[in-house]
């Protein structure tokens, strides 16, 4: 059966940094039991991802990404136009994932697909709580994500 991972990165003890460790939380509330085909991966800060994924035949990271946009943007991509439109990684854990992907190209386990949800932090500072603005956008977060996977906002 092919495998969907949807991979939460980032540093929560940096409030905003660590929105993809906030969303995959909830998103792990919001996945039906019966979907054993979608694995829904606290990555946290690891550079290591290559254990993570193994077996993916898509790959959906969610990362906090500075844009440059208002608070709150919500971009989709993939590892590809990271290189091609900017030439520079925009997240600290992009680097490490991109090196993995790539490794995993030459050895084998490379997901099919691999698209990045990246979200435009407000505050990336100390503190636990993501800021009033990705608070607030947290439901549109998960739903991108859940459209992304194929699957419909709950109505709890």
Do not use: W
């Not at 906090?64 to 919500?74: D, F, L, N, S």
């Not at 608070?135 to 859940?146: F, S």
């Amino acid at each position: 059966m092919k495998r969907t991972v949807v991979l939460g990165t980032g540093n929560e003890l940096l409030r905003d940094e660590g929105v993809g460790v906030h969303a995959i939380r909830i998103l792990q509330s919001e996945l039906p039991p019966s979907r054993t085909d979608i694995e829904v991966i606290d990555g946290g800060t690891s550079p290591d991802i290559c254990h993570l994924i193994q077996g993916a035949a898509k790959l959906v990271i969610v990362d906090a990404v500075k844009g440059g946009c208002a608070p709150g943007t919500i971009y989709r991509f993939n590892p590809d136009q990271i290189i091609a439109e900017t030439g520079v990684t925009t997240s600290v854990h992009q680097m490490g994932i991109l090196e993995n992907l790539k490794m995993m190209e030459f050895v084998g386990g490379k997901p099919k697909e691999t698209v990045i949800i990246g979200i435009e932090p407000a505050e990336v500072d100390l503190g636990l709580e993501l800021s009033r603005e990705l608070q607030k956008r947290m439901p549109r977060i998960i739903e991108t994500v859940l459209a992304e996977i194929g699957l419909p906002l709950s109505t709890n």
